[in-house]
């Protein structure tokens, strides 16, 4: 079984400050893919890193992806109101597969106070 | 990108009774799609994956006659929790892997949940 474990579960921030998010597994996977999800609705699809060491930006967000495969980051630099939310990472069940089926980590909860 | 709808949002209804939740892909076809459920300020569990034309295929621990999954088209899945009890309240997403061309991976589109409340 491939499971993704995530931390940490719970960040609480200030406005302007920096984190870190991390995805780790004991599993190679042919992609992660990170959503954000906000009270009430379905997850949004972030991004999807596929390329051991790739590094994606979308605005102040900074997705990783290891070397080996096995682990992912979001880092997010000056955190916003607005970036509240649950960050979910995710992965492809199967190495190589195109079925579509994903398994998750478990999730952080991400505060972030004006 | 690919857009996923769920019907109802909302649902309240009484113990005993059943009731269904309409997944459809608006602008394309998926062969299959995931069904979850989440509970408050956890992650996504998956519940089972609707095949158009055969049969789902649930996940370890979910009562395939509680929770009934029909893939009608290459649209819609539709999931029917019966006998509906206060426990099987909870919010319930569902979600279409869909393939741009030139990639060689799936993206998963999320429909935007229904909250089933049980009383």
């Known amino acids: 079984t491939q499971l993704l474990e995530q931390s940490p579960q719970f960040l609480s921030i200030q406005e302007g400050e920096n984190l870190t998010v991390y995805c780790n597994s004991s599993?190679?996977?042919?992609?992660l893919q990170w959503y954000r999800q906000e009270p009430g609705e379905g997850p949004v699809l972030l991004v999807t890193?596929?390329?051991?060491?790739e590094v994606k930006k979308l605005k102040r967000l900074t997705f990783q992806f290891g070397d080996a495969r096995k682990d992912s980051s979001l880092h997010i630099t000056a955190a916003q109101t607005g970036d509240t939310g649950l960050y979910l990472c995710?992965?492809?069940?199967?190495?190589?597969?195109?079925?579509?089926?994903?398994?998750f980590g478990q999730g952080t909860i991400l505060t972030v106070h004006p | 990108g690919a857009v996923v709808s769920q019907h109802p949002s909302w649902v309240i209804c009484k113990s005993g009774t059943s009731v269904k939740i309409e997944c459809r892909s608006l602008?394309?076809?998926?062969?299959?799609m995931f069904w979850y459920r989440q509970f408050p300020k956890q992650s996504l569990m998956l519940m089972a994956t609707?095949?158009?034309?055969?049969?789902?295929?649930?996940e370890q621990g979910v009562e395939k006659d509680k929770f009934l999954i029909n893939h009608a088209s290459l649209t819609l899945s539709t999931l029917t929790v019966t006998s509906a009890h206060p426990e099987d309240s909870s919010f319930y997403i569902c979600?279409?892997?869909?393939?741009?061309?030139?990639?060689?991976?799936?993206?998963?589109?999320f429909g935007p949940g229904t909250r089933l409340t049980v009383l």
């Open positions: 979600s279409a892997p869909t393939r741009s061309s030139g990639r060689a991976y799936n993206e998963q589109f």
């Open positions: 599993s190679v996977f042919s992609s």
């Open positions: 890193v596929v390329t051991g060491g």
């Open positions: 995710a992965g492809p069940v199967g190495l190589g597969t195109s079925y579509g089926k994903l398994t």
């Open positions: 602008d394309f076809q998926a062969t299959t």
């Open positions: 609707s095949n158009e034309g055969s049969k789902a295929t649930y």
